[in-house]
């Protein structure tokens, strides 16, 4: 070594030594610098920063003696700081940290209104946060800075501020909430809800919510709504339709019975269909321009089973009629006979088609044309040519008067009923105004005089005796008893009697409805039951009564006189039916009073 080596060494050497004695760990390797008792600048040997005073850093086999060792190095935080670069756990929000002092992990670790920094600490690994600012008290953590709801420190001052759905008041502190719904519904298109900070908008039943718009749900489109027949869709809702006819139950359609009511407004018989009905008339009818009126669908209004007169339309004063079995034409009377003789019921024609004539005054006697001549004659069910000779078809007038009519024989075609010096004939079409009129007639329907006790020609009754009322009369092997009332088919058939024009011209009599053709007749005193041949004067004198209100005075009740036997009346007496004289006691009165039952 040189002597310019061993200067420098003693320079370095002498300069070295007087540092090292201003230190504490002079130069030794270990355990001198620790974390609980750190270096400072200069000293060493440290293992890390951590064993370095606040601010230093531990250097690299930086220390001004040998051996490679490490001395702390930099610049020492500020002794007024409480952490001094310590990492973590110094600084709290119980304990907060000054200016300048850290590690921080937010504001709330700063003591004032100091803020936590960045990586911003002067000493540490350089990833320290501490705390900076000015070191101003925070209003707002005193009582929230007196904010209802969010308290903001911005410049030195407490703003408070308000969440979403609300609006700060007039004191700038309290927040209350906005309702939205004041202003244009909130935008809801039907309603609108507030609620606590906000609103919701709603819709009514049968609609359904797109963000602030209702919208109309069709529940027609999903089965038909439930509807058995027509569903109509409506805003918010829909409703069921029956077709006509129908009623609504429900959602359900069902069939009115429209016949269920007054026949349907129907003339005769109402059909019930469905969703409707239908009127159907009997045979002789057709359905009128009203669907529902029947009218005859013979010309001229006449009906079958309905009693009428014809009265010739060139001599208006003259109607036919049967006299003695032949058939004229004779001046209108109002005699009984006369009337009775002129009337005539109008049957479905013998021969199948057409119509036929059945005397009113001698039932099972018809018109006929016989020889050319018209007569009345009994038919006696077998005999073919009398069914043909006795039915006409009806033609309106062959004269061209409105309403009447004319007959034309279905077995001799083109041949009509005439008159011809006031007798009835068959004869042949002449084209000609006498011949048309005298085979055009204009039918009268007939009129019954009124009966007592309510009674109706060609309806059938039963009579009750009105001092024994549970009994009637009743024909038995031919005679006629009054016996106890019984619901057996029997006796309802053999106490039922057809009211019948008097067979003797007048009055009424009684048919058998057990035995058509049979009449009650006075005999000897009694009532029997016999058959009437269609010729015996007697029978028919004896089998005919005239009616009158009962001679006990019961309402509704009627008493029967006959017409060969004036002032002698039907009577009971020992349970027999007679033929007995007037005698005007309250006994025989009863005896001989009977009230009808339909």
Not at 416 to 441: G, M, P, Q
Request: with cysteine; proline share 4%; aromatic share 10%.
């Amino acid at each position: 070594m040189n002597r310019l080596s061993l200067l420098l060494l003693f320079v370095c050497v002498v300069h070295h030594t007087w540092t090292v004695e201003a230190l504490r760990c002079n130069g030794q390797d270990n355990g001198c610098c620790t974390e609980d008792n750190p270096c400072d600048v200069g000293e060493g040997d440290c293992d890390g920063d951590k064993e370095c005073q606040a601010g230093l850093t531990c250097g690299s086999d930086n220390c001004p003696w040998g051996d490679s060792d490490d001395c702390c190095m930099g610049t020492k935080a500020p002794t007024h700081l409480r952490c001094k670069g310590i990492d973590n756990g110094c600084c709290t929000e119980d304990n907060p940290c000054e200016k300048g002092d850290g590690d921080c992990d937010g504001d709330d670790q700063c003591a004032g209104d100091l803020t936590c920094g960045s990586d911003n600490c002067p000493f540490g690994d350089g990833d320290d946060d501490c705390c900076i600012g000015e070191k101003v008290k925070n209003k707002c953590k005193v009582s929230n800075g007196g904010c209802s709801h969010t308290c903001v420190f911005v410049l030195g001052a407490a703003k408070c501020a308000c969440p979403k759905g609300y609006a700060l008041g007039g004191d700038k502190k309290t927040c209350s909430d906005i309702n939205e719904c004041a202003h244009g519904n909130g935008g809801c298109s039907h309603t609108c809800v507030n609620t606590v900070g906000g609103f919701t908008c709603s819709c009514p039943s049968g609609f359904t919510l797109s963000g602030r718009t209702c919208s109309d749900i069709n529940e027609c489109a999903h089965g038909n709504g439930g509807c058995s027949h027509t569903c109509v869709n409506t805003a918010g809702g829909f409703t069921c339709s029956c077709p006509i006819g129908f009623t609504l139950s429900g959602r359900t359609c069902s069939d009115i019975n429209e016949c269920a009511h007054g026949k349907g407004g129907c003339s005769h018989t109402c059909v019930n269909t469905a969703g409707g009905f239908t009127c159907r008339c009997p045979s002789g009818y057709k359905l009128g321009a009203n669907g529902r009126t029947c009218e005859s669908s013979i010309p001229g209004g006449l009906v079958l089973g309905d009693i009428f007169r014809f009265r010739s339309t060139n001599y208006p004063g003259q109607m036919f009629r049967h006299r003695r079995g032949q058939v004229w034409l004779d001046p209108v009377t109002n005699d009984d006979l006369y009337v009775k003789d002129s009337s005539f019921k109008i049957v479905s024609g013998l021969n199948g088609n057409g119509i036929s004539f059945e005397s009113v005054n001698y039932p099972g006697n018809y018109l006929r044309h016989r020889r050319g001549k018209l007569d009345l004659n009994r038919y006696d069910g077998r005999n073919a040519l009398f069914r043909r000779d006795a039915t006409f078809t009806v033609h309106n007038a062959l004269d061209g008067t409105p309403g009447a009519v004319s007959f034309q024989s279905v077995n001799y075609r083109g041949q009509y009923i005439r008159h011809w010096r006031s007798r009835l004939y068959k004869s042949k079409f002449v084209n000609t105004a006498l011949f048309k009129h005298d085979a055009s007639w204009m039918p009268v329907r007939y009129q019954p005089a009124r009966i007592p006790g309510g009674l109706h020609i060609g309806h059938v009754y039963r009579f009750r005796s009105t001092n024994y009322p549970g009994q009637m009369f009743r024909h038995r092997r031919g005679q006629v008893w009054l016996d106890p009332v019984s619901n057996a088919d029997l006796y309802v058939k053999d106490s039922s009697f057809k009211i019948v024009n008097g067979l003797d011209g007048k009055g009424i009599s009684f048919e058998s409805v057990n035995y058509p053709g049979n009449y009650l007749r006075h005999r000897r005193g009694k009532l029997d039951l016999n058959r009437y041949d269609g010729r015996n004067a007697l029978f028919r004198r004896d089998a005919t009564f005239t009616v009158h209100n009962a001679l006990d005075g019961t309402p509704g009740a009627v008493s029967f006189q006959s017409v060969n036997y004036r002032g002698q009346y039907i009577r009971h007496w020992r349970s027999r039916l007679y033929k007995s004289a007037f005698k005007n006691t309250a006994l025989f009165k009863h005896d001989a009073s009977w009230m009808p039952v339909v």
